[in-house]
């Protein structure tokens, strides 16, 4: 039967769905849970990080003292007469510092401000790092969580640790969803902000100030910081140009840290890694993220000591410098950089609140600034896969496990009664019994798994091609999506569900997976059925896969996202990366 456009109407489960809030619900949301203090693993112990602190304090007061006295000596009084530090007079800007590139300056720090405090929320959805890819509990290096339990069942939600308000975006447990749309909409601006900042600095002159050009640089670069760790600070010529350890650090920031962040912020998401073979395996997803850490922890050090520099070697100076563009003893860049500062923390104090309040709207804002490039990311085919060796030892948990007397009935009975239906805007609509599916073309592959929170594993998938299934229900013209229809329910009630282009259907290693390690798959992973889209994000692999429809549109269904996390927490319908 269908309606007056002769749309058939949706699968009975649609029914079943919920509608969503379009602010966050502190009242049901995921009770706060506290983590550590960050730790680092050095052999089998765990080390406190906050130790670094006074260890740094009390390298610091020896490290003055040795170069106070190091300046006493005569061979190194000759070497820094030899080299003072300063850049060549032939690398001299006498241009100062234009209007461009002061405005290009406040915009790097404010879009910063952001992406660093979002990745901060990021990371404490899984607030472990790691080398390997597969995750598993007691490889860790890094971590702000407790050991994972061995006396129950541990999911990757159970592990997110809430972080305060004032630090993360927006500062609650589990926001992934919202906090991405944050770091991938600054990350798009300062990309743009950075790429604008390449082209004026070369079709300029202002790149002598941070390129260095003769071997120089490095012996000045040592003359500099003694005379910084000694307390004798060296002349000071940045209007025209920076001394050589200034242009080292600005150079490694500028052309090194920032394209890595880039980099390895890419080979975090299963549509970039999965397309990229012998890369994808040497820069793993846990790799990756771990690099992308510690170019984070360059940043935040970079800018301390920045901030401390120009602050103690002359305060007015410098700031008339970088945001007056002038060379004098007025207080313009002061007051400049004074209404700057009071913008950022404005910015910084309301973005939380914000976002909590209005959390439909970030998701909106978020998906039409990166929305294209996600699709873009999502053309072509993902194709690495690994050996038996590779497989992970360790395969995180997550989602809510269905909990009806139907399911638990199929689970007695082996899934012997199991009936998929596959209906909606087919020419051919089925109701495929489990029998039927196992005597469907098998394919095998060995993928890697990335989930949204963070962790990854490698695993052996077995099934049913979704291709194949096309070619039988064969999808009408006007079908353009995919809908997954759970046995499980949500965390907040209502029907699990998730929406997939058609497109994404039609990948070689997009399957119905049956098995998983050459055994039938457990409960725990999604039996009957699970979806394998080897160029999403986990979420989008639906687990316990009840029925699919094919649909025009998906406005009508839940809360209208493409989703149940979509809806119910902000992630995004398309989530490649």
Request: some cysteine; aromatic content about 14%.
């Amino acid at each position: 039967m269908t309606d007056t456009r002769g749309i058939p109407p949706h699968d009975p489960l649609a029914a079943g769905l919920s509608a969503a809030d379009d602010r966050i619900r502190l009242s049901t949301w995921l009770p706060p849970q506290e983590g550590v203090a960050p730790r680092i693993r050095l052999g089998k112990r765990w080390i406190n990080v906050l130790w670094i602190i006074p260890i740094i304090v009390v390298l610091m007061i020896l490290g003055i003292a040795i170069a106070q006295q190091l300046r006493t000596l005569p061979g190194v009084q000759e070497f820094i007469a030899r080299y003072p530090g300063t850049t060549p007079a032939s690398g001299a800007v006498y241009s100062g510092f234009p209007l461009w590139l002061r405005l290009l300056h406040f915009f790097n720090f404010f879009f910063m401000m952001f992406i660093i405090r979002a990745g901060i929320q990021i990371l404490a959805d899984h607030p472990r790092l790691y080398w390997r890819r597969d995750c598993t509990p007691g490889t860790d290096w890094f971590r702000f969580q407790h050991d994972v339990p061995k006396d129950r069942v541990w999911t990757s939600k159970d592990d997110s640790v809430t972080i305060p308000k004032w630090l993360g975006i927006p500062g609650i447990r589990h926001s992934i969803g919202l906090a991405r749309w944050w770091h991938f909409s600054f990350d798009l601006l300062w990309v743009i902000n950075g790429i604008a900042f390449y082209v004026l600095l070369f079709a300029t002159n202002q790149w002598q100030r941070l390129v260095p050009t003769t071997w120089a640089v490095f012996p000045n670069a040592l003359s500099t910081a003694l005379q910084y760790l000694s307390l004798h600070f060296p002349a000071d010529h940045s209007w025209t140009s920076y001394n050589s350890l200034q242009q080292i650090a600005y150079f490694l920031t500028v052309f090194v840290a920032a394209p890595l962040a880039v980099v390895t912020g890419l080979m975090q998401g299963p549509a970039i890694a999965n397309r990229l073979g012998w890369f994808a395996r040497i820069l793993n997803r846990q790799a990756a993220r771990t690099i992308h850490f510690g170019v984070l922890w360059w940043f935040l050090i970079f800018i301390f000591i920045h901030g401390t520099l120009v602050l103690i070697t002359g305060a007015r100076a410098n700031l008339n410098y970088m945001w007056a563009g002038v060379n004098n003893n007025s207080w313009d860049g002061a007051l400049i950089f004074g209404a700057a500062l009071i913008v950022a923390i404005i910015a910084w104090c309301i973005a939380s609140p914000f976002t909590i309040r209005h959390a439909r709207l970030v998701q909106r804002i978020g998906q039409a600034a990166v929305g294209p490039l996600m699709a873009l990311a999502e053309w072509g085919s993902p194709k690495t896969q690994y050996t038996e060796q590779e497989i992970s030892p360790h395969f995180w948990l997550n989602g809510t496990l269905p909990n009806s007397d139907i399911f638990n009935a199929l689970v007695k009975d082996g899934f012997a009664t199991y009936r998929l239906r596959v209906s909606g805007l087919v020419e051919q609509p089925q109701d495929f019994s489990y029998a039927q599916i196992k005597a469907m073309p098998k394919h095998g592959q060995i993928t890697e798994h990335f989930c949204i929170q963070g962790w990854s594993g490698v695993a052996q998938w077995a099934g049913v091609r979704m291709r194949d299934i096309l070619e039988i229900v064969k999808p009408t013209a006007a079908a353009r999506y995919a809908v997954f229809y759970s046995f499980s329910e949500g965390s907040e009630g209502g029907g699990y569900y998730d929406v997939h282009k058609i497109h994404n259907m039609e990948h070689e290693l997009t399957i119905l997976a049956y098995e998983m390690n050459g055994a039938p798959i457990s409960v725990l992973h999604g039996a009957p059925l699970r979806l394998r889209c080897e160029n999403e994000l986990g979420f989008k692999m639906v687990k316990w896969v009840q029925a699919i429809e094919f649909v025009a549109d998906f406005a009508d269904l839940g809360g209208g996202n493409g989703g149940y996390n979509e809806d119910h927490e902000f992630y995004g319908y398309r989530m490649p990366i």
